[in-house]
């Protein structure tokens, strides 16, 4: 009599009866149909693209997150500044009147002096410690009151420094002019000397840079001043060269409703979408000190209020009105960008919910189908481990029987 080994089959059976068990509850407990490579390698090769995208989608709307504040800050600070040229207009054609009294005009300088300061206010407007018209350098307020001088922190009436003392090779020194709105950057090379950067100072005014009568002086006290002699245009200068120390505003020297550009311009951009970036700040420079100039119109309003005809008033009341009208049109930009970040916000958002629905399709599973196969494998484990427990025991002798 021949006996069939039916062991190996029924342990193949066995194991067969397990890993369709293991397998759906797996998926019943991850909710996915496709938990290694193995699964589907077509469907995994998919799901890496897909999830490829996901981060991508994430960075590009955490970005926009921390964009979008920032931008309607600055439009927030532009529509206040709006407000306030429009008050100092006001201001000015009540002031150019022909009937109005001195006394009146200085009441009224006075008052436009405020409005000055609320525009200042505006232009340092910080949106979480950054200030977001300080071009790329905005960890510090980009407009400053200027003064008539700077003297060195270097340098005494007994150790004087001269015109032949050495500059150190990298140092920069800068010279924001309030009257011009530019900003004179001078960096020193290997051998240049104090002398050096008072020909830098010299060919800075003759390019317009820096107002006429600026200079750059040993005073009798044996420190460098930088000076620009004038009681109506005032000056901001820093300088990190340790030959001349800190560059500080000489007391007194304070020149009334002038302030400085300390930013720079440049912009810095960041990534929203896979062919879109957009700028992250906004360089003061271009907005307030540059074309009609914001803040150098108010502070010739206040001079004419002071001291000028009715005819000058009216003029620098004008000057004021152009003022408004490049702000407008530097704030179309601004209001653009916000529009467009809104905008890839709501298409990111939808472009998630996308990304999340292909992705549940490719590698997902049903729930009540992976329910109902559970049930069937863990009858079908049941089954054959019953069957296994009647032939795994037999041996040729119950087979004689």
Do not use: C, H
């Not at 120390?245 to 896979?274: E, I, K, L, R």
């Amino acid at each position: 009599m021949r006996v069939t080994n039916m062991v190996p089959d029924v342990q193949y059976a066995m194991q067969q009866s397990q890993q369709n068990l293991s397998t759906a509850e797996l998926q019943v407990s991850t909710g996915l149909r496709v938990n290694q490579l193995s699964d589907d390698p077509a469907a995994s090769a998919n799901m890496v693209s897909s999830l490829a995208s996901s981060a991508n989608v994430d960075q590009y709307t955490s970005n926009v997150s921390s964009v979008l504040p920032q931008m309607q800050t600055a439009d927030s600070a532009i529509s206040s500044i709006v407000t306030s040229l429009n008050s100092a207009i006001t201001l000015g054609t009540s002031g150019a009147s022909s009937s109005i009294l001195t006394g009146n005009k200085q009441t009224i300088a006075t008052d436009v002096e405020s409005v000055l300061g609320s525009v200042i206010s505006s232009a340092n407007t910080s949106y979480s410690g950054v200030y977001v018209f300080g071009g790329s350098g905005s960890s510090a307020p980009p407009f400053v009151a200027a003064s008539e001088t700077y003297t060195s922190a270097q340098g005494s009436a007994g150790t004087p420094l001269t015109t032949a003392t050495a500059l150190n090779a990298g140092s920069v020194t800068t010279i924001s002019d309030a009257t011009t709105g530019q900003t004179m950057t001078y960096k020193a090379a290997a051998g240049d000397t104090i002398a050096t950067l008072q020909a830098a100072v010299s060919s800075a005014v003759s390019a317009g840079t820096l107002s006429a009568g600026t200079t750059a002086a040993i005073n009798a006290d044996g420190q460098l001043s930088i000076s620009t002699n004038s009681s109506t245009a005032g000056i901001v200068v820093s300088s990190n060269d340790a030959a001349l120390g800190s560059m500080t505003a000489a007391s007194g020297s304070a020149v009334a409703n002038a302030y400085a550009y300390v930013g720079n311009s440049s912009v810095n951009t960041v990534q929203v979408g896979d062919s879109l970036s957009v700028a992250t700040n906004i360089a003061g420079n271009q907005l307030f000190t540059s074309g009609a100039n914001v803040i150098g119109s108010l502070s010739k309003l206040i001079s004419a209020l002071q001291s000028g005809t009715t005819d000058q008033i009216g003029s620098a009341t004008n000057a004021v009105s152009a003022a408004l009208a490049y702000v407008g049109q530097q704030r179309v930009p601004l209001d653009s960008t916000i529009t467009q970040l809104n905008s890839q916000e709501s298409y990111l958002s939808q472009e998630k919910v996308t990304l999340t629905a292909q992705q549940t399709a490719l590698v997902g599973v049903n729930l009540t189908t992976a329910a109902t196969n559970l049930s069937q494998s863990e009858l079908d484990n049941s089954a054959v481990l019953a069957a296994a427990a009647k032939v795994l025991p037999q041996t040729l002798l119950d087979y004689l029987k």
